[in-house]
T-cell receptor
Framework: AQSVTQLGSHVSVSEGALVLLRCNYS??????LFWYVQYPNQGLQLLLK??????LVKGINGFEAEFKKSETSFHLTKPSAHMSDAAEYFC??????????????FGGGTRLMVKP | KAGVTQTPRYLIKTRGQQVTLSCSPI?????VSWYQQTPGQGLQFLFE???????NKGNFPGRFSGRQFSNSRSEMNVSTLELGDSALYLC?????????????FGPGTRLTVL
């Protein structure tokens, strides 16, 4: 069984400040990890993913995340927030098994607010 | 390349009715997954279809069903609607069935049950 916990349902930062969104996962098998962003009235867009290899993953729009197996974490960061980053962010996990199919387990989401 | 399309975008039904939602994946994609998004339960996996076969199913009652056609288009059906079925239903497509593949999400169908 897999689960994802996102600490903080709402995070508020000032424009230009560091963005840190926290994600911890639980998985009985080596996981694949994802961060998605959802803007109002839209579907989800993939920001970045970790499957294997380098544990620091760079994504779109200046976001990156680091897979830390010992801490079972996959926190999302961005050095400098922009007003356009205001959205809801979801961390997700799937079994790292090709035969397991496309089944994502999502965290509860974190709404990021950016103050001018 | 056109993205994932979902029809209709908005739907209002009454309790006890049934509803069918449609999803057209990105051209060439063979896997289609469905998710339910509600404020209380968040994003929950419903089922996944790959090459017209259901590969996985989430923890939802049998009132929720789906199918996939030979052109990879998918439909999901909810029978005997309940108030709690009000949600945003998201469809996602990917090239194949491997979990490492990116899933591309459609804009969703917002279902309101009165």
């Amino acid at each position: 069984a897999q689960s994802v916990t996102q600490l903080g349902s709402h995070v508020s930062v000032s424009e230009g400040a560091l963005v840190l969104l926290r994600c911890n996962y639980s998985s009985s098998v080596p996981p694949y990890l994802f961060w998605y962003v959802q803007y109002p009235n839209q579907g989800l867009q993939l920001l970045l993913k970790y499957t294997t290899g380098a544990t620091l993953v760079k994504g779109i729009n200046g976001f990156e995340a680091e897979f830390k197996k010992s801490e079972t974490s996959f926190h999302l960061t961005k050095p400098s927030a922009h007003m356009s980053d205001a959205a809801e962010y979801f961390c997700a996990v799937s079994p790292g098994d090709f035969n397991a199919g496309n089944m994502l387990t999502f965290g509860g989401g974190t709404r990021l607010m950016v103050k001018p | 390349k056109a993205g994932v399309t979902q029809t209709p975008r908005y739907l209002i039904k009454t309790r006890g009715q049934q509803v069918t939602l449609s999803c057209s994946p990105i051209s060439g994609h063979r896997s289609v997954s469905w998710y339910q998004q509600t404020p209380g339960q968040g994003l929950q996996f419903l089922f996944e279809y790959f090459s017209e076969t259901q590969r996985n199913k989430g923890n939802f009652p049998g009132r929720f069903s789906g199918r996939q056609f030979s052109n990879s288009r998918s439909e999901m059906n909810v029978s005997t609607l309940e108030l709690g079925d009000s949600a945003l239903y998201l469809c996602a497509s990917s090239l194949s069935g491997g979990t490492h593949n990116e899933q591309f999400f459609g804009p969703g169908t917002r279902l309101t049950v009165l």
